[in-house]
């Protein structure tokens, strides 16, 4: 069965930083998107950052130049590093992967607070 464990989220101050990380506990065979998705109260969840096989990147608008994805084929792990934190990034972030078939998985999410 498969997990995806994710960790790093918590509070911090405007202007801080976060890193966020989702390991694949489980097997899933030939990833080709990682990528971590959030969602505000009262809000849609959004693509903040995904990575795909061969290490391309696509961030979500308002992050662009703050936030950071990369991954780890090795370890089957995704990481967000998020700097210069606002509070309208305040969300649940949940991590996401898609194999070459289009399965897709979820996190079940962490609570990222930013105070002003």
């Known amino acids: 069965q498969v997990h995806l464990v994710e960790s790093g989220g918590g509070l911090v101050q405007a202007g801080g930083s976060l890193k966020l990380s989702c390991t694949v506990s489980?097997?899933?065979?030939?990833?080709?998107?990682m990528a971590w998705y959030r969602q505000a109260p009262g809000k849609q969840r959004e693509l903040v950052a995904r990575i795909l096989s061969g290490d391309m990147t696509d961030y979500g608008g308002s992050v662009k130049g703050r936030f950071t994805i990369s991954r780890d084929n090795a370890k089957n792990t995704v990481y967000l590093q998020m700097n210069s934190l606002k509070p309208e990034d305040t969300a649940v972030y949940s991590c996401y992967v898609k194999n070459y078939w289009s399965r897709e998985y979820w996190g079940q999410g962490t609570q990222v607070t930013v105070s002003s």
């Open positions: 489980g097997t899933i065979n030939s990833i080709h998107t």
